[in-house]
């Protein structure tokens, strides 16, 4: 069946990297995501990539594709509080979105 | 557009009780999504509809759950006779169908259901 799967947790230091990895299974999605949630608020679209693409970069977040491993990874450079939070990664399989289980950013000073 | 909103943010329940939620998308979005979440999960998929017309609904979705969307715009989704397992945060999303492919679906903040 469909599954995407990630760490529940990320504990990085402020100013390092937060590198968050995703695994999923439908080959065939056009479209893989990365949200943000913070606590008490809804979810928020980060970024996405096409199928087709290697990588993305958009000011501090990087993704990376690997159709072959079926992986994808958010890179978040200079890390801050502000990025605390849950990133879900998500594939579209027609229709809908499938999601992992989410990845809770910890932010150490 | 101020994006999707749901109304109301929480509604706390006795069991057994009739609950309705309603997603406003944004207003050129003719996709329309519902999602539940439970805590330390992503969401999962309930159904979706395609202007007025719901093309699919989950096996999650029991026949105590009934989802509309009358007029392609605002959607209501109600769950009869709750129980305590319908504990959850209820999602709605929206989406605009291009000729490429849909864009990203944008997301409301969700209506946290409590059944006691």
């Known amino acids: 069946g469909e599954d995407v799967e990630q760490s529940l947790f990320l504990s990085v230091r402020e100013g390092d990297s937060s590198v968050i990895n995703c695994t999923y299974t439908d080959s065939s999605s056009t479209y893989l995501y990365w949200y943000k949630q913070e606590p008490g608020a809804g979810l928020q679209l980060l970024t996405y990539i096409f199928s087709n693409m290697d990588m993305k970069q958009d000011q501090r977040l990087t993704v990376l594709l690997n159709k072959k491993d079926k992986h994808l990874s958010l890179r978040i450079a200079d890390t801050q509080t502000g990025d605390s939070a849950i990133y879900f990664c998500a594939e579209n399989s027609n229709y809908q979105l499938i999601w992992g289980a989410g990845t809770k950013l910890i932010i150490k000073p | 557009d101020t994006g999707v909103s749901q109304d109301p943010r929480h509604k706390i329940t006795k069991r057994g009780q009739n609950v309705t939620f309603r997603c406003d998308p944004i207003s050129e979005h003719n996709r329309l999504y519902w999602y539940r979440q439970t805590l330390g999960q992503g969401p999962e998929f309930l159904t979706y509809?395609?202007?007025?017309?719901?093309?699919?609904k989950s096996r999650l979705l029991s026949d105590r759950f009934s989802a509309e969307r009358p007029k392609g715009s605002f959607s209501t989704l109600e769950i009869q006779r709750t129980e305590q397992g319908d504990s959850a945060m209820y999602l709605c999303a929206s989406s605009l169908e291009r000729q490429w492919g849909d864009t990203e679906a944008f997301f409301g903040q969700g209506t946290r259901l409590t059944v006691v």
């Open positions: 509809f395609q202007n007025e017309a719901q093309l699919e």
